[in-house]
């Protein structure tokens, strides 16, 4: 194609299809992510709640995620936290209300995505490595999100202290960040 020639408007068709290759792939995601979960059930465990990429159980917490190295390249990893294991939770919220649950624990070993290189001040490249935890937060859509309801319960009924109540603000307003920085310019 020429620089001089513009390329034509996709119809009506080409982005139908798009949309549905789209959907396909989002589905085979989501089949995997399952499956993940569910070959990590032992024998006679009780699922209690499932939710995209959340499991409960009656003895434990499965939760599962995807690291992207590439377009091409993803791998799925996941972690598992008993109850017995969680030392304190916090329920907070976000800015715009909606639930988020913060549990401590003892120290897990979870495989995440880090830079490959690193050399003074420049980073480059993807790879995968075991980064070791001591806590995970949960993201919740609402307060009546069976997940979210269900690993509450399980904790209280485990007995497991509760820490207090937090709540993530936005950044503040412009006038705040601006302030101190006010620059007269001279012509």
Avoid at 16 to 29: D, F, G, L, N, V
Avoid at 142 to 164: H, T, Y
Wanted: overall charge positive; charged content about 30%; glycine content about 6%.
């Amino acid at each position: 194609m020429d620089a001089n020639e513009v390329e034509p408007p996709t119809t009506r068709r080409a982005e139908r299809r798009r949309r549905r290759e789209y959907r396909e792939a989002r589905r085979r995601q989501e089949g995997q992510r399952d499956a993940l979960l569910r070959a990590q059930l032992g024998p006679g465990e009780g699922v209690l709640a499932n939710r995209l990429g959340i499991m409960v159980t009656d003895h434990r917490i499965l939760f599962v995620w995807r690291l992207v190295l590439t377009q091409e390249e993803s791998i799925w990893t996941f972690d598992s936290l008993g109850y017995q294991e969680v030392t304190r939770w916090f329920i907070g919220r976000r800015h715009d209300d909606r639930p988020l649950l913060r549990l401590d624990h003892a120290t897990h070993v979870r495989r995440e995505r880090v830079v490959a290189h690193n050399i003074l001040s420049f980073h480059w490249g993807n790879t995968v490595a075991d980064v070791p935890h001591d806590s995970v937060t949960l993201a919740f859509s609402n307060d009546r999100d069976g997940v979210f309801r269900a690993i509450c319960g399980c904790l209280q009924n485990e007995s497991v202290p509760r820490g207090a109540d937090f709540k993530v603000a936005l950044p503040d307003d412009r006038q705040a960040k601006t302030q101190g920085r006010i620059v007269y310019l001279r012509r």
